[in-house]
């Protein structure tokens, strides 16, 4: 009997062991497949971060290094005063540039959820300008912001409207700035998402709105923006920490002026890390930029259980 027992238990032990080593080999097989992303991820983003906040310790100058432990992160708070008005003129172009994005995107989106004729030329209408490198993208505004012979200002002098300097001048730079990012981004990635998530919208929603007498406002204002909450929430996220770090169009259009009128965050680390050479600093600044949109981010997530809601909470 107990070699019967024993017989009767040998194929259930192989098979455990044959599936634990079909296992083990499909694991060895998935990790081969990933090393490239993990060696790049070691390489070029991990490495240099764990670089970077080593040299956010040392007054670093390509040529010098010197440990002085927090300095970089002191004098970014008490003796630098573009440190504050660098991130005080971010946070402005944010708090401006991501609601305004999200409206014209929403939209835009609404309009080419219709179903009209010619609908896929349309959306690939809106969605060219966001296929725009972002130099040329700057320097075609530029142009376009010119004041004397730039079109925008020749327009506005035929209805009688004297248009201003734009980018030479410290009131209407940011307004420039902020209108040229959402050409190349009100009709992008923002729209389109946008558009996959009203598409998204279970039919059965509106028609029970319809039902209980709803129009077409309280349909859009109790059943769309309920439903499209997730898809809001994730683009705000990915708006926020985009218009935090602004930086090819401050840099290729204005350079931070007019009198520092566009000296954003990501501005002012690239000129102390690639033009004064001051390495260790420009580190600590990342590291403060990091914590920013650290902080905006896990406010976000907080604040989102209050107003996101998802398929099955709209159901019940």
């Known amino acids: 009997m107990a070699g ?6 040998l194929p259930a032990f192989f098979k455990i062991s044959s599936l634990s080593r079909m296992r083990r080999r499909e694991a060895i097989a998935g990790y081969l497949w990933i090393s490239p992303w993990i060696i790049g991820f070691l390489v070029f983003v991990l490495g240099p971060m764990l670089m970077s906040a080593f040299l956010s310790f040392n007054n670093y100058t390509i040529v010098d290094r010197k440990w002085i432990g927090i300095a970089n992160y002191v004098r970014a708070f ?3 005063d573009l440190f504050w008005l660098s991130l005080s003129k971010t946070l402005i172009y944010a708090g401006i540039m991501v609601p305004s994005s999200l409206i014209i995107s929403l939209t835009c989106a609404l ?9 896929a030329i349309y959306r690939t209408l809106f969605f ?10 700057a320097l075609l505004w530029v142009w376009f912001f010119q ?7 020749y327009l506005l002098g035929l209805v009688g409207i004297p248009g201003p300097s734009w980018l030479g001048d410290a009131r209407w730079a940011m307004v420039a700035l902020v209108i040229m990012a959402l050409w190349g981004t009100a009709g992008g990635a923002t729209m389109v998402i946008f558009l996959a998530g009203l598409q998204g919208i279970p039919e059965e929603l509106y028609d029970a709105a319809k039902i209980d007498g709803a129009n077409r406002w309280q349909k859009f204002a109790f059943v769309t923006i309920p439903a499209l909450s997730p898809t809001i929430f994730f683009n705000l996220v990915l708006g ?6 602004v930086f090819t169009p401050a840099y290729i259009a204005t350079d931070g002026g007019p009198a520092y009128a566009t000296w954003f965050y990501v501005l002012h680390l690239y000129y102390n890390g690639f033009r004064y050479f001051e390495m260790g600093y420009a580190s600590a600044l990342a590291w403060l930029f990091f914590a920013v949109v650290l902080i905006f981010t896990y406010i976000q997530f907080r604040w989102a259980g209050r107003w996101v809601y998802y398929e099955g909470e709209l159901r019940e």
Request: charged share 10%.
């Open 128 to 137: 060219l300008p966001s296929l725009t490198p972002a130099v040329a993208m």
């Open 240 to 245: 926020i920490i985009g218009a935090l770090k």
């Open 4 to 9: 019967e027992s024993a017989t009767l238990r």
């Open 111 to 119: 309009l080419l959820n219709q179903g009209l004729r010619l609908t």
């Open 147 to 153: 004041p004397q012979f730039g079109p925008l200002n």
């Open 78 to 80: 008490t003796g630098d």
